[in-house]
């Protein structure tokens, strides 16, 4: 003689076989939106470690992604900055001594206006931000590296008019720019002298130095305005002329310089590419779910689901009646 279990067992193990099956659903239909295993612990099993390897090194690509971002903009901006004031300057060096050469006092005092201009320009391009960073103020880079350039004009106009000779003129400008004590150094350039950025650039680097030299002469040599030493020794705004001329050589210098920065960048850039290929392919051969599968297994899952609540539902309406048929 056979007994049968009672009813509220059955349906007590009906009622957990569902609970399971609703949860295989909600893993299963997580697996088929997002083609990733929903739990990994026991899918890898001993594997763990080896998956944990992938991310960390996936995790650590991203880290470095942010700062290469960083220094490819903060480059690219110095690189524009740098361009303008190259763009802005070239050929005021020429115009100045074709002037110089046929005695035009006009075009001398068109090309000095020009070079007050242009110097008010690279001022300007120098005093540019990344972010709250000044980027050419070394590391005092949360002040503006430069103030006015009218001030450094007037600095520039007094040195000629207290000179006695075109030697005297160029040694007190000299000591200008140059010396740690001069007035470049003590109430115009407001940044460091050098910067512990290897990748960036200060507005005390010499080519920069070279070039604001060399307008400054040019912009004192207006003939209707020129303390009488400019006016009476040509070749004094011929010397800032050849100055800024050697500038611009060097500004080139400092650019291919950057050039240089900016083509590591993006080979480091290709370099992480390609591990990130690597290590996304490793750790996807170790978590990824066929999303088609998933879906069918899904299907049958659902369906089995239906079944169990339909049977459910009948055992539930049984009587004394059906079980003495």
Same mark, same amino acid.
């Given at each position: 003689?056979?007994?049968?279990?009672?009813?509220?067992?059955?349906?007590?193990?009906?009622?957990?076989?569902?609970?399971?099956?609703?949860?295989?659903?909600?893993?299963?239909?997580?697996?088929?939106?997002?083609?990733?295993?929903?739990?990994?612990?026991?899918?890898?099993?001993?594997?763990?470690?080896?998956?944990?390897?992938?991310?960390?090194?996936?995790?650590?690509?991203?880290?470095?992604?942010?700062?290469?971002?960083?220094?490819?903009?903060?480059?690219?901006?110095?690189?524009?900055?740098?361009?303008?004031?190259?763009?802005?300057?070239?050929?005021?060096?020429?115009?100045?001594?074709?002037?110089?050469?046929?005695?035009?006092?006009?075009?001398?005092?068109?090309?000095?206006?020009?070079?007050?201009?242009?110097?008010?320009?690279?001022?300007?391009?120098?005093?540019?931000?990344?972010?709250?960073?000044?980027?050419?103020?070394?590391?005092?880079? #949360?002040?503006?590296?430069?103030? +006015? &350039?009218? *001030? /450094? %004009?007037?600095?520039?106009?007094?040195?000629?008019? @207290?000179? $006695?000779?075109?030697?005297?003129?160029?040694?007190?400008?000299?000591?200008?720019?140059?010396?740690?004590?001069?007035?470049?150094?003590?109430?115009?350039?407001?940044?460091?002298?050098?910067?512990?950025?290897?990748?960036?650039?200060?507005?005390?680097?010499?080519?920069?130095?070279?070039?604001?030299?060399?307008?400054?002469?040019? #912009?004192?040599?207006?003939?209707? +305005? &020129?303390? *009488? /030493? %400019?006016?009476?020794?040509?070749?004094?705004?011929? @010397?800032? $002329?050849?100055?800024?001329?050697?500038?611009?050589?060097?500004?080139?210098?400092?650019?291919?310089?950057?050039?240089?920065?900016?083509?590591?960048?993006?080979?480091?850039?290709?370099?992480?590419?390609?591990?990130?290929?690597?290590?996304?392919?490793?750790?996807?051969?170790?978590?990824?779910?066929?999303?088609?599968?998933?879906?069918?297994?899904?299907?049958?899952?659902?369906?089995?689901?239906?079944?169990?609540?339909?049977?459910?539902?009948?055992?539930?309406?049984?009587?004394?009646?059906?079980?003495?048929?």
């Amino acid at each position: 003689m056979r007994i049968a279990p009672p009813t509220s067992l059955i349906s007590a193990q009906f009622t957990q076989n569902i609970a399971d099956l609703r949860k295989s659903i909600a893993s299963t239909s997580e697996e088929a939106v997002t083609g990733q295993i929903a739990d990994l612990a026991a899918h890898l099993s001993g594997r763990v470690g080896t998956a944990m390897i992938s991310q960390k090194a996936l995790t650590d690509i991203a880290l470095q992604r942010e700062q290469i971002s960083l220094r490819e903009g903060r480059l690219d901006v110095m690189q524009r900055s740098l361009s303008a004031i190259h763009d802005r300057v070239q050929g005021l060096d020429t115009e100045m001594r074709a002037a110089l050469g046929v005695n035009d006092l006009r075009s001398q005092g068109l090309v000095a206006r020009d070079a007050q201009a242009a110097l008010n320009d690279v001022f300007g391009a120098l005093n540019v931000r990344f972010g709250e960073r000044f980027l050419f103020a070394g590391d005092a880079t #949360a002040s503006t590296p430069l103030p +006015d &350039s009218a *001030a /450094l %004009i007037d600095d520039v106009r007094q040195l000629a008019a @207290s000179a $006695a000779s075109p030697a005297d003129f160029q040694t007190a400008l000299s000591t200008y720019f140059n010396d740690p004590a001069g007035g470049w150094a003590q109430s115009i350039y407001l940044g460091t002298p050098t910067s512990s950025d290897p990748e960036a650039s200060t507005a005390n680097d010499p080519a920069i130095i070279q070039l604001i030299t060399g307008l400054a002469v040019l #912009a004192i040599s207006d003939p209707a +305005d &020129s303390p *009488a /030493l %400019i006016g009476q020794n040509p070749d004094i705004v011929l @010397s800032g $002329a050849q100055r800024l001329s050697t500038a611009t050589d060097l500004l080139t210098n400092l650019r291919a310089e950057k050039g240089v920065f900016q083509e590591q960048i993006a080979t480091l850039k290709e370099t992480l590419d390609v591990e990130e290929t690597i290590f996304t392919n490793a750790l996807g051969a170790l978590t990824a779910r066929d999303q088609y599968e998933a879906a069918s297994a899904l299907k049958q899952l659902e369906a089995t689901l239906e079944a169990s609540y339909l049977l459910t539902t009948r055992l539930a309406s049984l009587s004394l009646l059906n079980f003495m048929r």
